[in-house]
């Protein structure tokens, strides 16, 4: 071995199982890691000489490290392991690293022509994020007489002065995320998803086992613009029950612990991806549930907490029994997307997973596994829309194959939201520019209406990344011109709301849609 490897503490039921027939002797393997401090969720990096550094370890452990988000541990652990192995290559540990050392790794990862896999400005910061966080910890415990990385008084965004690396990239854009157009995802959906033809029919020898589930948690996230940690760790009482009075949205509440901003949020969701949620819940899932039952999948899980009752009101508890009958509970905005993975509810044929996602042996689906999902979806849609895309020069993004992820859903959202709240402020509603003065100063405008939806704590961020594309457009020009179907009522069709998208994507760079070669020929 000549890199550093990285391994992941698993949950207690993993560990009960599978690590103790491999470690014959360290049946108390999960109860000296409690004594030490270690737990579940917590990295182990090992050397290239199969050896674990103690001091590198504790940083692994800290409190900094564990209030990161599961996406954030992974991806700095992988940074950091890169520079590891840059020193190692110069012989040299981790704590002896020096500012020059940190010089010549960003020239080999930004700038040498001998390094085929060079990263971009906005790669190389999160890279020196990750360095800069475990750097500050041991220079704050004295492990270090001082970090290679050297930091500059910076001026904050409301005038604090704040402390950021000198080498810190200037070129570095804001975001490389790609929007998709309501035709354009819905396309990618049906193919990539579904399976459909370049004709828009289902193939013959498609076998859509997981079909409803995937297919649903794309228009979930499309439709609510919920971030894949928000979407991926639902429980099944916290989606909204379609009424029989109807109505076209449903309000659902998302938990604090599962947001970035730690703080809970209200979403929207469509009725229609309501109805698919649901008929996920009742088929495929029920389905998924029933076959795990038999097997007593869920029956040799040491870790269960089997819920004995939800509190209604503004602040639900969760109340649970663990395995061994110790009972327990927990604000239902405060539970991690870990804790919700072991909750159970009994039914009248056994447990069942409160999780609403599942994979095919009917275990809570691991929200970083919605980015295969994702993947072997655009692959799928380049296949079948676009069989030349391996043809040097070709553009994924000017073709007619979409190309999603589970963030550019977000994205997605974010734009549609703001041209339908457009429409319904200066055309639906019929404001005078007094009125629409007014009407804005007591709700807010649409940018920061998505703002909201979006649960951002700041609108430069829902401007400059979220609706980069469209920041600097007269959305109004566009809205006056685009056709209307219901006389006064100013209801835009389906139609026009494509063609109004069109006309965006054509004035703007980045924003995926479909063109004629891709409507379906009747």
Not at 184 to 206: I, K, Q, Y
Not at 270 to 275: D, S, Y
């Amino acid at each position: 071995m000549t890199v550093w490897r990285a391994f992941w503490v698993p949950r207690r039921g993993t560990a009960a199982g599978v690590r103790t027939s491999l470690l014959p002797g360290w049946e108390d393997l999960p109860g000296l890691e409690e004594r030490v401090g270690i737990k579940e969720g917590d990295p182990i990096l090992l050397a290239p000489d199969y050896r674990v550094d103690e001091l590198l370890s504790l940083y692994f452990r800290s409190r900094k490290f564990r209030r990161y988000t599961t996406e954030t541990k992974r991806n700095y652990v992988t940074d950091i392991c890169l520079f590891l192995n840059f020193l190692w290559a110069r012989g040299h540990a981790w704590n002896q690293a020096i500012e020059d050392d940190l010089d010549d790794f960003e020239d080999w990862r930004r700038w040498s022509k001998d390094n085929l896999d060079r990263v971009s400005g906005a790669k190389w910061n999160r890279e020196l994020a990750a360095l800069t966080g475990l750097y500050t910890w041991a220079e704050g415990k004295e492990i270090l007489p001082r970090s290679p990385i050297a930091m500059k008084q910076v001026m904050g965004r409301n005038g604090e002065v704040l402390m950021a690396p000198v080498a810190k990239a200037k070129d570095a854009k804001r975001s490389d995320v790609r929007w998709l157009t309501p035709r354009a995802f819905r396309r990618w959906v049906d193919v990539g998803l579904r399976g459909h033809t370049a004709a828009g029919t289902p193939r013959e020898d498609w076998v859509g086992r997981l079909e409803d589930r995937n297919s649903a948690f794309a228009d979930l996230l499309y439709s609510t613009g919920m971030r894949l940690s928000e979407g991926g760790s639902l429980l099944i009482f916290e989606v909204p029950s379609i009424q029989l009075a109807g109505g076209r949205y449903y309000v659902g509440r998302l938990a604090a612990a599962v947001t970035r901003s730690k703080k809970p949020r209200t979403f929207y969701v469509a009725m229609n991806v309501l109805g698919e949620v649901e008929a996920y819940e009742q088929g495929l899932r029920a389905e998924t549930v029933r076959k795990a039952r038999a097997v007593g999948r869920y029956d040799v899980l040491p870790d269960i907490r089997l819920v004995t009752r939800v509190t209604s009101g503004t602040n639900r508890e969760v109340h649970w029994c663990d395995c061994d009958g110790v009972p327990g509970k927990e604000k239902l905005t405060d539970l991690t997307v870990e804790q919700r993975m072991t909750l159970y509810t009994e039914g009248p044929d056994g447990p069942e997973p409160l999780w609403l996602w599942l994979n095919e042996q009917g275990m809570p689906f691991q929200p970083s596994s919605w980015e295969g999902v994702f993947r072997t979806a655009n692959e799928r849609c380049r296949d079948v829309l676009e069989p030349q895309h391996g043809t040097p020069g070709f553009d994924p993004y000017r073709s007619t194959a979409p190309q999603a992820t589970p963030h550019s859903a977000r994205h997605s959202f974010a734009l549609r939201m703001l041209v339908v709240l457009h429409h319904l402020m200066d055309r639906r509603l019929g404001l005078t520019p007094e009125e629409r003065r007014d009407y804005r100063l007591l709700y807010g405008d649409p940018w920061r209406m998505v703002q909201d939806l979006l649960g951002h704590s700041s609108i430069e961020t829902t401007r400059d990344i979220y609706l980069a594309p469209v920041a600097d457009l007269q959305l109004r020009s566009l809205l006056d011109t685009a056709p209307l179907l219901g006389g006064d009522a100013g209801v835009m069709a389906e139609g026009s709301m494509d063609e109004l998208f069109a006309r965006v994507a054509r004035e703007t760079e980045g924003i995926q849609d479909i063109d004629e070669r891709m409507q379906v020929v009747a």
